[in-house]
């Protein structure tokens, strides 16, 4: 079975797991951030990033509520886009846990209005609460996975001036980066803090990173604590991440590439609205807009042939590729995708 459904299913190189296997004869330390491997990490990560430290927590949502709960206090305001995966995929915690209001404001493409994000900013009003954080995400998940540029995050930053906290969600900046042509720590430049998944692109058994300044990823590792997040004996997970971090970047042209072959076969078929611009990276979102086929009947038509992918009761779906994911089983998917829905005629 070919999974295209998300790339936190794919798996550890060898060198990782064997990285992994020297780490359970060391010395892990007592201290909940003593252990080697996850200084290495750490250290890698800030270095990676640009930023002065870093801090590896278990899921790239944590991270970003630590980023949140970090920056601002009870009644304070988060501004991010309305199809942000921090708002409509993370439980509602940055209003639950961090008891911050979020402030949603409309986005395309995962670029969110300069003149509203400015209005918001500027309300100048005691009845609104205070704006202390502007939350971006890249790659832009809903937007299909499209990496958002430097020149972006720059007006971000002109636009909001020097005391509005920029926190970027990249889960994938990685892949951005990549797209982009350019080092992840230039794209992030603009940033304050920034996560990232280790899981995903990095193939690590676990785990995401937190990166910004010095005393905001010591307030974070405080709070990190308080929610049960202060694990220990993680020098297994560190150690397989460092070496997803050192050495498999460069390999996600290869994702990105095979992600741009299932868009073009899409594109080829029937009953299918998917905008090729938008496919920069190594996810690609469609909807589909058959009259003979339902959402739930093309995901079990998908999955007779061999493929799983995320189809969605109002038509839109998901596939990912990743490292695992080869050549051929990208083509045994495109020829999937032909057999259940159909050849567009041409003329």
């Known amino acids: 079975m070919i999974d295209l459904r998300s790339d936190f299913l794919s798996r550890p190189t060898p060198a990782m797991l064997e990285a992994m296997a020297v780490a359970t004869s060391e010395d892990q330390g007592y201290g909940p951030r003593e252990d080697p491997n996850l200084q ?11 930023k002065e430290e870093a801090l590896f927590v278990p899921t790239c949502m944590m991270a970003n509520l630590l980023a ?7 009644g304070d305001a988060v501004v991010l886009d309305a199809q942000s995966h921090a708002l409509t995929s993370e439980s509602g915690a940055i209003a639950a846990v961090a008891g911050a209001v979020t402030k949603p404001i409309p986005s395309k493409q995962g670029r969110i209005s300069l003149s509203l994000l400015a209005a918001e900013i500027d309300s100048g009003s005691i009845q609104q609460p205070r704006v202390r954080c502007v939350l971006l995400e890249n790659t832009h998940n809903k937007g299909g996975g499209i990496a958002l540029p430097c020149e972006y995050f720059e007006g971000v930053r002109a636009t909001i001036g020097p005391h509005v906290w920029i926190h970027v969600d990249g889960s994938r900046i990685f892949n951005a980066a990549v797209a982009l042509g350019m080092s992840a720590k230039i794209l992030v430049a603009q940033a304050d803090s920034v996560s990232f998944s280790l899981n995903k692109g990095l193939a690590a058994p676990a785990g995401a990173m937190l990166v910004g300044p010095a005393n905001f990823i010591g307030e974070a590792t405080r709070i990190r604590q308080q929610l049960g997040g202060g694990w220990r004996s993680v020098g297994m997970l560190a150690a397989a991440a460092l070496v997803g971090l050192k050495t498999l970047v ?9 992600a741009r072959l299932l868009a073009e076969a899409l594109a080829t078929c029937k009953g299918i609205e998917i905008d090729l ?17 339902t959402p739930a009947a093309f995901q079990q038509a998908m999955a007779d042939n061999g493929v799983l992918l995320q189809v969605a009761v109002d038509g839109t779906f ?30």
């Open 40 to 50: 290495a990490l750490e250290k890698e990560a800030a270095k990676e990033l640009g």
């Open 68 to 74: 949140v709960m970090s920056v601002t206090k009870r």
């Open 250 to 258: 460069p390999r996600m042209t290869e994702d990105h590439a095979h």
């Open 277 to 293: 611009a938008s496919v920069q990276t190594n996810i690609v979102r469609g909807r589909l807009q058959s009259e003979s086929l």
């Open 318 to 347: 998901r596939l990912v590729t990743y490292l695992g994911i080869t050549s051929a089983m990208v083509a045994h998917a495109c020829m999937a995708l032909g057999l259940v829905l159909g050849k567009k005629e041409t003329r």
